[in-house]
């Protein structure tokens, strides 16, 4: 089993920076890459980036593409979510998530956060 951890959520302003964190403990080893995804109220949860642990493969959602940047730190288990120049529309419980074959698609991921609430006013 994996647990994951989500922090780093809160309340900000447009324009305002977050850095989301997600520690995992566990089977750390069955993880191929912290993916990270998001869900506002009434949408689909969405992929907005991905890093593997080895750090080979990265992958960032287009609706951030620019903004956010995806990181790790293998030495805490610990994966990270920088967020710049937020806008309302990024207001969303932001979870991390991991699997085997967890990379972008949420089917595949196997293991979940309890997610950490994002807001941003306008």
């Known amino acids: 089993q994996v647990q994951l951890v989500e922090s780093g959520g809160g309340l900000v302003q447009a324009g305002d920076s977050l850095r989301l964190s997600c520690a995992a403990s566990?089977?750390?080893?069955?993880?191929?890459?912290m993916t990270w995804f998001r869900q506002a109220p009434g949408k689909e949860r969405e992929f907005v980036a991905a890093?593997?642990?080895?750090?080979?493969?990265?992958n960032i959602g287009d609706s951030v593409k620019g903004r956010f940047t995806i990181s790790r730190d293998n030495a805490k288990n610990t994966g990270y979510l920088q967020m710049n120049s937020l806008k309302p529309e990024d207001t969303a419980v932001y979870y991390c998530a991991g699997g085997p074959r967890c990379m972008s698609v949420r089917s595949t991921c196997d293991y979940w956060g309890q997610g950490t609430q994002v807001t941003v006013s306008s």
């Open positions: 890093i593997s642990w080895s750090g080979d493969y990265t």
């Open positions: 566990g089977r750390t080893s069955s993880i191929y890459a």
